[in-house]
């Protein structure tokens, strides 16, 4: 099985910082990597696709990148409105779509 | 727009069976998708349950597959789950989930508002 560490677990931001969240795979799993976001009470969003892809309607200040065994994901000027759990989901073991630990942005 | 609705009783008791619904409406269980089920314990992360395609495949995360079963009804373009002999460790929201391909990857783009279910005596 493919297991993903996602790094850290929370960190406290202020709006308009820059932030990277990254996912370590155990082993290679090329561009095979999602990212979500989830808020509070609500289902989980897809944000970024095969690594770097942005999903339709998902702003450009979100960016992803990586291959391999390790990614980031990137917020280039945090805003109020991204305050969220994220996770990092491998679709490389398909149908097995194990998810990272999550981050959670909190505000500093 | 695509949109899925779970449902199903909200309150179980250890060793009974955990059984949900997801509708889906604005898009065809017929169409060459996979659907999926995810979950979440309260202030944890989120967990693959399992998928299953329109023609009635599926697969399962080996960690629940001796407990778990996701039937298709496509005249009524819906699925569910059946979890058999819960523990308080299955208290979660369940989460379904539409997947998709793209770019040669799997994602889950539409998903349900979720519903907890909680397993107590």
């Known amino acids: 099985d493919v297991q993903i560490t996602q790094s850290p677990p929370s960190l406290s931001v202020s709006v308009g910082d820059r932030v990277t969240i990254t996912c370590r795979a155990s082993q290679r799993i090329s561009t095979y990597l999602n990212w979500y976001q989830q808020k509070p009470g609500k289902a989980p969003k897809l944000l970024i696709y095969a690594a770097s892809s942005l999903q339709s309607g998902v702003p450009s200040r979100f960016s992803g990148s990586g291959s391999g065994t390790d990614f980031t994901l990137n917020i280039s000027s945090l805003q109020p409105e991204d305050f969220a759990t994220y996770y990092c989901q491998q679709s490389y073991t398909t149908p097995m779509y194990s998810f990272g630990q999550g981050t959670k942005l909190e505000i500093k | 727009q695509v949109q899925l609705q779970e449902s199903g009783p909200r309150l179980l008791k250890p060793s009974g069976t955990l059984s949900l619904t997801c509708a889906v409406s604005g898009d065809s269980i017929s169409n060459n998708q996979w659907w999926s089920w995810v979950r979440q314990a309260p202030g944890r992360g989120l967990e693959w349950i399992g998928e299953?395609?329109?023609?009635?495949?599926?697969n399962y995360n080996p960690s629940l597959e001796s407990r778990v079963t996701i039937n298709v009804d496509k005249s009524k373009n819906h699925f569910s789950l059946n979890l058999s002999s819960v523990t308080s460790a299955d208290t979660a929201v369940y989460y379904c989930?539409?997947?998709?391909?793209?770019?040669?990857?799997?994602?889950?783009?539409?998903w349900g508002q979720g519903t907890l279910v909680t397993v107590s005596s």
């Open positions: 989930a539409r997947n998709a391909r793209v770019t040669g990857t799997t994602v889950h783009d539409y």
């Open positions: 299953i395609h329109h023609s009635g495949g599926t």
